[in-house]
């Protein structure tokens, strides 16, 4: 679920103060606390838009939805049960913020940011549309290859819950039902452990975590229409997750290999070429012309690349992990928490040592 997760504003929508040179401008930090507090302004708790008369029927219906997901998410996921996701925020606008991403020609490895509490992501947020593409063309004069996309929710991690909490926002709520249950597990799941500035694990986890629940949530209390619908959205996904692994680990190959910067911008074109050429094929033969990845393939760039492999790349060792703990949430939890408190080597060198062979399984 690519664009679900922690934004880079949450530390400075907070009040805290970026740590980087560069980063600390008064205006980032005015249009990070400013857009976060008019989020949550603009919220209501999901009872009053259902006594409301004015709330269309098919909203009431969805919030009525999100509502078992939410309690379901506490009985069945042991996520944490406070305020988060009780109240509902129309934003009229179609995302909650645009995070921008960057990083090297030649190169996987993102820029980060650092902060408070957070620590370094490898993204930057922005409640803006306008300044989130300015940023990104700053970043591109610098030499970077720049990614600017929208984000339909992110987490504040729990501390926003004296505030009434992370809300439920029109940018997702419309969502298939299995998309919507798994965008809540997710976020919520980032609520439960936090590794300070290691992207890959927190997105990782969280997207581990919206696996297991929602396919639990389908199982036992989707309709068969909605199973049905999920299981063909969620095929495309896995079978566009294959195809891009394939290509960043051939375009990682070239840029660690010791070719001349010059070779390695040819062979990158080529590439990138072949790479389109065979997800149009994919497109034609699998999916019957299904053009759902067709803006992220068109404007894809080593950035892009970065910040999806930051959503996947450890979710098998955390199924793992949690095949190892029993398959008892409370007890996974745990264990990803004490992950978390390591040093990050040796917390990569724990979770890898779990991920399972490849063409193996993590049962």
């Known amino acids: 679920m690519a664009g679900l997760g922690i934004a880079g504003v949450v530390a400075a929508a907070l009040g805290s103060i970026c740590l980087t040179s560069g980063c600390s401008s008064i205006g980032y930090l005015a249009q990070s606390a400013g857009g976060h507090l ?21 909203l009431k219906e969805r919030l009525a939805l999100s509502q078992r997901m939410r309690d379901f998410a506490v009985s069945e996921l042991a996520l944490p049960d406070n ?4 109240a509902y925020a129309d934003l009229k606008r179609p995302a ?4 921008v991403a960057a990083a090297p020609e030649l190169s996987l490895t993102l820029k980060t940011w650092c902060f408070p509490v957070v620590g ?14 300015a940023e990104g063309a700053s970043l591109r004069e610098q030499g970077l290859e720049a990614s600017v996309f929208p984000v339909p929710a992110y987490s504040t991690l729990g501390m926003s819950n004296w505030l009434g909490g992370d809300p439920l926002l029109n940018t997702f709520i419309q969502w298939p039902e299995g998309e919507l249950a798994r965008l809540i597990f997710h976020e919520l799941a980032h609520q439960v452990a936090y590794a300070e500035g290691d992207t890959t694990f927190n997105e990782s986890f969280a997207t581990a975590v919206e696996r297991i629940g929602g396919e639990r949530w389908l199982s036992q209390k989707a309709t068969p229409q909605a199973r049905e619908q999920y299981q063909a959205l969620d095929q495309r996904r896995r079978d566009f997750r294959a195809f891009m692994q394939i290509w960043r680990d051939r375009l990682d190959a070239l840029y660690r290999s010791e070719l001349p910067d010059a070779d390695k911008r040819s062979r990158k074109a080529a590439l990138m070429a072949q790479m389109r050429a065979d997800y149009d094929t994919m497109k034609a033969t699998r999916w019957a012309g299904f053009n759902g990845y067709d803006a992220f393939v068109s404007q ?8 999806q492999a930051a959503y996947n790349e450890l979710v098998p060792a955390f199924e793992a992990l949690f095949q190892q703990q029993g398959g008892d949430f409370r007890r996974f939890y745990a264990e990803v928490k004490r992950l978390a408190a390591l040093p990050k080597a040796e917390r990569d060198a724990t979770l890898r040592a779990s991920m399972p062979a490849p063409g193996g399984s993590a049962g």
Do not use: H, I
């Open 38 to 58: 008019s989020l949550l302004t603009a919220a209501k708790p999901v009872a009053e838009w259902e006594q409301d008369t004015g709330t269309p029927a098919a």
């Open 96 to 99: 909650a913020v645009w995070n």
């Open 120 to 133: 370094c992501v490898g993204y930057r947020g922005y409640f803006d549309q306008a300044q989130a593409q």
């Open 83 to 86: 305020r988060s996701y009780r």
């Open 300 to 307: 894809l760039n080593n950035a892009s690349l970065g910040m």
